[in-house]
């Protein structure tokens, strides 16, 4: 499952995902995402240029 933040410690949200054979495709943008699989968790931040 793929779940979105807006922040790095706010509440989880379902993000809309496809895939396409091994390839995961999160449609939207979102500053973390939070991906897990079983007791598996990767966490990505997106950085802002400022």
């Not at 793929?2 to 993000?15: K, S």
């Not at 999160?26 to 950085?47: A, E, Q």
Request: net charge neutral; no cysteine.
């Amino acid at each position: 499952a793929v779940f979105g933040r807006e922040t790095e410690y706010g509440e989880d949200f379902v993000v809309n995902t496809t895939v396409e054979g091994n390839t995961l495709i999160v449609h939207g943008t979102h500053p973390y995402l939070v991906i897990r699989h079983g007791d598996f968790v990767v966490g990505l931040r997106r950085n802002v240029k400022k």
